[in-house]
């Protein structure tokens, strides 16, 4: 079975403010998630910009009509450009690098959450 991480990080701190594992990709799903991260931080509108990749969930109908809601700005990294965003890929290759980065498929995702929760904590 495969899992989907979505990790939203600040910037600018480099700090996770957000994250899920799902069981499956879906724009409703990484809507929540942005929609649970803004009440909690409470941004307000014109405060934030969310830079993605061209995955379906973030350019989803359901995403798109959430950010617009929260007045959240969207940018997307160019097509085939796998280094258009350079924080998030430093992140990306530091977990890929990290020795406690499993080399097995989780066994449920309880087991990816947990794995989830102590990689945010380091």
């Not at 910037?11 to 899920?20: D, E, P």
């Not at 498929?105 to 990689?119: G, K, M, N, S």
Request: hydrophobic content about 40%; overall charge neutral.
């Amino acid at each position: 079975m495969h899992f989907y991480l979505y990790l939203f990080v600040d910037i600018f701190s480099r700090k996770v403010v957000g994250w899920q594992v799902y069981d499956r990709e879906s724009s409703e799903l990484a809507a929540e998630l942005v929609r649970d991260i803004c009440l909690r931080l409470e941004i307000s509108p014109g405060q934030l910009v969310v830079h993605s990749d061209n995955g379906s969930p973030m350019k989803g109908e359901t995403m798109l009509a959430t950010l617009q809601r929260l007045g959240v700005s969207h940018s997307r990294s160019r097509p085939i450009m796998s280094n258009d965003n350079p924080y998030s890929e430093s992140l990306f290759r530091t977990l890929k690098y990290r020795p406690q980065m499993p080399v097995k498929p989780f066994e449920d995702i309880q087991h990816a959450r947990l794995w989830v929760t102590e990689l945010v904590r380091w």
